[in-house]
């Protein structure tokens, strides 16, 4: 079955860096596009990143435009997000996600778009 795992969540403090990574199985992982969603306590699931099944091409969220990074590796079936300059409001549980494989859309940002999970790691920035 597919699985989706996190990793590298952690606390740092304001102003740091932290790299979250995300390992897929069970899927044909160059034929789906991936994202990155977070959701805070008491918020909803929001969009943070998105990349192109061939790594060309990225969509970012406005808060973490500039400051995030999504890449991925298809070889080794995982997606990276990089995050720089980090800010309290960043904190939250980071969920990656994985389009149906062949799924093409203009805007990656959209959860119903995806369609398998992965468990979720903390991410917590202290200010």
């Known amino acids: 079955q597919v699985q989706l795992v996190e990793s590298g969540g952690g606390l740092v403090q304001a102003g740091g860096s932290l790299s979250v990574s995300c390992a897929a199985s069970?899927?044909?992982?160059?034929?789906?596009?991936m994202g990155w969603f977070r959701q805070a306590p008491g918020k909803e699931r929001e969009f943070v990143a998105a990349?192109?099944?061939?790594?060309?091409?990225?969509q970012y969220a406005d808060s973490v435009k500039g400051r995030f990074t999504i890449s991925r590796d298809n070889a080794i079936q995982t997606v990276y997000l990089q995050m720089n300059s980090l800010k309290a409001e960043d904190t939250a549980v980071y969920y990656c996600?994985?389009?149906?494989?062949?799924?093409?859309?203009?805007?990656?940002?959209?959860?119903?778009?995806?369609?398998?999970w992965g468990q979720g790691t903390q991410v917590t920035v202290s200010s």
């Open positions: 996600a994985a389009a149906v494989p062949g799924t093409t859309r203009t805007y990656m940002g959209r959860r119903e778009d995806y369609a398998y």
């Open positions: 069970g899927l044909t992982f160059s034929m789906c596009f």
């Open positions: 990349i192109r099944r061939s790594g060309i091409g990225t």
